[in-house]
């Protein structure tokens, strides 16, 4: 017996996940849209719990919030001293970037 490598396993997950998308899927909706059509109310619901459309009660869609990257303290950095910064000096080195406040309707030309 012998461990599989992590690549192996990736393309083993893969092969899987191909197989199950190109000859199960298309299997599945076959036989769901039979059950929808044949006024099946429970794949109705399903379908609709399954596409979102039906929340349950206790459900609450959570909105992911945005995580900072400081890619463009990072990009200033690396013109102005031609390395990549650490996250600590990025979020330093914005500190002092000026920024010009546009006012609606303004055009920025640089």
């Known amino acids: 017996m012998r461990v599989l490598s992590q690549e192996e396993t990736s393309l083993l997950v893969h092969g899987y996940r191909d197989?199950?998308?190109?000859?199960?899927?298309?299997?599945?909706m076959t036989s769901l849209k039979r059950l929808l059509k044949g006024d099946d109310r429970q794949a109705k619901i399903e379908t609709?719990?399954?596409?979102?459309?039906?929340?349950?009660?206790?459900?609450?869609?959570?909105?992911?919030?945005?995580?900072?990257?400081?890619?463009?303290p990072k990009a200033e950095f690396f013109m102005k001293h031609g390395r990549w910064p650490s996250l600590k000096e990025a979020i330093?080195?914005?500190k002092t970037i000026e920024v010009r406040l546009l006012t609606k309707g303004e055009v920025y030309d640089g």
């Open 19 to 28: 197989t199950i998308l190109q000859d199960y899927v298309p299997l599945a």
């Open 48 to 72: 609709l719990y399954g596409s979102k459309v039906f929340l349950q009660r206790q459900e609450i869609e959570k909105v992911e919030e945005r995580k900072r990257t400081y890619a463009y």
């Open 92 to 94: 330093e080195f914005e």
